[in-house]
């Protein structure tokens, strides 16, 4: 409530525009917000996927991508801009899967890398799997980890759940990561694995590769 307090102050005479992004609760909002009512200088912007969540504010819904910008982005993140022109039938139902999310389709352009040559016949099998109720993004992911070579998998799958413990969108180290590794679950052997600072960093790349995670081993 201070800092809230400080900002209110540091914000009454200047023109802000406030983001709230990615908002599931509206009393997530209210700690958050320091921009007065009143003013007539500055606006708060609240991102979220849930329809008329604060009461009093204007809507404005923002549709997903078209399918040709789908396609683009899907086939670039996959390496296969050459298939722009003339894009695969796969490529179409992989675009209709991810519901034409950006998040999504970026996941299933890092499982055509990963499955090359034969991603035309796997991708679409991948993406549907057995998990029809989960959300498009929990299916992709869930589609992402099951491509990873089985040899690294659970060490993936467990590191992957390991950030969990983070605020979504943190910048988080990997030398963090490398510390934290070996208290994630799973098998003795992984465990051992995860105790192994080349090891992490490879199932650190292989997440990154996905697109599961964004960012760098060098900047975090």
């Known amino acids: 409530l201070i800092a809230l307090s400080v900002l209110a102050d540091a914000a009454r005479e200047q023109s802000v525009l406030l983001v709230l992004d990615d908002i599931w609760l509206a009393s997530h909002a209210t700690p958050l917000n320091f921009v007065d009512q009143a003013s007539t200088r500055s606006r708060v912007v609240v991102t979220t996927r849930i329809r008329s969540l604060i009461a009093g504010a204007s809507d404005i819904q923002c549709g997903t991508l078209s399918t040709e910008a789908a396609l683009e982005l899907l086939l670039r993140v996959g390496g296969c801009e050459h298939l722009l022109s003339s894009p695969p039938p796969a490529a179409l139902e992989a675009v209709d899967l991810c519901g034409r999310l950006p998040l999504a389709l970026g996941i299933a352009g890092g499982i055509i890398l990963e499955l090359a040559d034969t991603w035309q016949d796997d991708l679409c099998v991948y993406l549907r799997g057995e ?11 869930t589609a992402s980890l ?5 040899a690294m998998r659970a060490g ?6 390991l950030f969990a413990v983070f605020a979504e969108d943190a910048t988080i180290p990997a030398t963090t990561i490398d510390l934290l590794a070996p208290l994630m679950a ?10 192994k600072k080349m090891q ?12 599961i995670l964004r960012g760098s081993t060098a900047d975090g």
Not at 156 to 161: D, H, K, Q
Not at 186 to 195: C, D, I, L, T
Not at 200 to 210: F, N, S, Y
């Open 131 to 141: 998990f029809e109720e989960a959300s498009v993004e929990a299916r992709a992911v």
């Open 186 to 195: 799973g098998n003795a052997s992984v465990r051992q694995a995860a105790g």
């Open 156 to 161: 993936v799958e467990g590191l992957f759940r």
């Open 200 to 211: 992490v960093r490879r199932w650190l790349q292989q997440l990154l590769k996905a697109n």
């Open 146 to 150: 099951r491509v990873v070579p089985e």
